[in-house]
T-cell receptor, first 115, second 114 residues
Framework: AQSVAQPEDQVNVAEGNPLTVKCTYSVSGNPYLFWYVQYPNRGLQFLLKYITGDNLVKGSYGFEAEFNKSQTSFHLKKPSALVSDSALYFCAVRVLYSSASKIIFGSGTRLSIRP | EAQVTQNPRYLITVTGKKLTVTCSQNMNHEYMSWYRQDPGLGLRQIYYSMNVEVTDKGDVPEGYKVSRKEKRNFPLILESPSPNQTSLYFC?????????????FGAGSRLTVL
């Protein structure tokens, strides 16, 4: 079955430290991978995506993600966390069929940055 | 401003009382989709539409209906709501269903069914 897994419900990091939010996927074919962020009482906002090419993708607000095909992972990273990064983060994969497209979301990881 | 607009943002209703959650986008997007968000389950797709008059079921379509008569609008209809449909609902759209197009989300509609 095609799926996306975010193994950590919550990640706690001190401000200024590096952060990693993990994501692994299991899909057939070549996936397009995304990270979205949800702030309280808001809809999801796009952070970054991987289509092809360089395995390190840079996105909004200083975030980046590393695509690893052999480990089927797409972990979200930031070198120095800010309190304002505290939010709910979703990994997603878009799978293309011949005449349709399906987007699968992970269960989400709550990132908490302490001052 | 390019956006997806959902209404109502908050709604409390009773079992069996039909309701419609509207969704409208101003970006001329072909693809639109409805999701529900429940704790620990992430976002699950209810229905999606690849273009006008083309709709299809997502992962959790039971108890819901949709229509796509115009490109900009994609209402979600609950004919006979039940308590297990209490959830946070999101409408989203993207330029098309192919490629790596990014989804633009509405602000969400929190529905409580008593």
């Amino acid at each position: 079955a095609q799926s996306v897994a975010q193994p950590e419900d919550q990640v706690n990091v001190a401000e200024g430290n590096p952060l990693t939010v993990k994501c692994t996927y299991s899909v057939s074919g070549n996936p397009y991978l995304f990270w979205y962020v949800q702030y309280p009482n808001r809809g999801l906002q796009f952070l970054l995506k991987y289509i092809t090419g360089d395995n390190l993708v840079k996105g909004s607000y200083g975030f980046e993600a590393e695509f690893n095909k052999s480990q089927t992972s797409f972990h979200l990273k930031k070198p120095s966390a800010l309190v304002s990064d505290s939010a709910l983060y979703f990994c997603a994969v878009r799978v293309l069929y011949s005449s349709a497209s399906k987007i699968i979301f992970g269960s989400g990881t709550r990132l908490s940055i302490r001052p | 401003e390019a956006q997806v607009t959902q209404n109502p943002r908050y709604l409390i209703t009773v079992t069996g009382k039909k309701l419609t959650v509207t969704c409208s986008q101003n970006m001329n997007h072909e693809y639109m989709s409805w999701y529900r968000q429940d704790p620990g389950l992430g976002l699950r797709q209810i229905y999606y539409s690849m273009n006008v008059e083309v709709t299809d079921k997502g992962d959790v379509p039971e108890g819901y209906k949709v229509s796509r008569k115009e490109k900009r609008n994609f209402p979600l209809i609950l004919e006979s709501p039940s308590p297990n449909q209490t959830s946070l609902y999101f409408c989203a759209s993207s330029l098309s269903f192919s490629g790596a197009n990014v989804l633009t989300f509405g602000a969400g509609s929190r529905l409580t069914v008593l």
